[in-house]
């Protein structure tokens, strides 16, 4: 196929990555990278289940509260490289297909490129005045995205959240609607490739889309303070249990207090 042929690609994690694949890092290390967050915030989980993710809690016992990851990423840029072929073998099975019935934003290179946000705003209409039925029925139906997007080069052979422009576009996209990972089609892994346009990683041909821990850390927090406040706004039924289920997905275990926090010291929103 010519560099100049458009293609149609399924963002779907993971691809062949252009890096060497780096090994995981001991308990210990792993600690020692990242300050604890505010004792009401996580629960450690034992797995994360998300499509094309590799994140795993510590092997030691976990204690309420206490929130530790063993990842493949080094956050200081030191890996421990492997050149075993079982080291580089994939582990990790490609997400689900979309889920039937989801509404489906189509984006290209020209729109990429301009900054343009009209595809989304066609697709689900106007998402500053929603209805709580109209988001009721977001929730339910879900969103994922279709990516056609031309390399310049037939041999590159970077993920779409390794291009620059691609994530400036979603940059801009969740800081228009910042509440958006709600909406996604989770169950189709469109919630981990969101988080890879927005989040620091490498890609794993054996782990698949490794995350900067603490990176992913504050982008979940952040997420769950947005989420939860417009899910209130929406007047969702279970508001807690709908920010807490995003946050599983992407590995984080999220307790009462924290809403309790929340719902003591109310902020006053524009």
């Not at 228009?176 to 919630?191: C, K, M, N, Q, T």
């Not at 952040?222 to 599983?248: C, E, G, T």
Request: aromatic share 8%.
């Amino acid at each position: 196929m010519g560099a100049a042929a458009a293609t149609t690609i399924h963002h779907h994690l993971p691809m062949a990555p252009r890096r060497p694949t780096p090994r995981r890092l001991s308990s210990a290390s792993a600690c020692s990278s990242s300050s604890p967050p505010h004792p009401a915030a996580f629960r450690c989980c034992s797995r994360l289940s998300t499509p094309g993710i590799q994140l795993q809690a510590l092997s030691t016992p976990a204690r309420v509260y206490d929130f530790s990851l063993r990842v493949a990423f080094n956050p200081s840029g030191n890996f421990d490289l492997s050149l075993s072929d079982q080291d580089d073998a994939p582990q990790v099975e490609p997400p689900p297909p979309p889920t039937e019935g989801r509404i489906e934003v189509v984006i290209n290179k020209d729109i990429i490129r301009s900054l343009d946000l009209s595809p989304v705003q066609e697709a689900l209409g106007d998402l500053n005045s929603l209805t709580t039925a109209q988001s009721k029925k977001l929730l339910d139906r879900t969103v994922g995205f279709t990516i056609i997007y031309e390399r310049e080069d037939p041999y590159d052979t970077r993920e779409l959240s390794e291009f620059p422009d691609i994530r400036l576009w979603f940059v801009r996209l969740d800081a228009s609607y910042p509440w958006f990972p709600v909406v996604l089609d989770w169950r189709a892994g469109e919630l981990a490739r969101y988080a890879a346009m927005l989040v620091p990683h490498q890609m794993s041909a054996r782990h698949g889309v490794v995350f900067n821990p603490e990176a992913l850390e504050l982008f979940g927090m952040n997420k769950v303070f947005i989420v939860y406040s417009w899910l209130k706004q929406q007047n969702h039924v279970k508001p807690r249990l709908k920010a807490a289920d995003m946050a599983r997905m992407l590995g984080f275990g999220i307790g009462d207090e924290l809403f309790d926090l929340i719902e003591k010291f109310p902020v006053e929103t524009l």
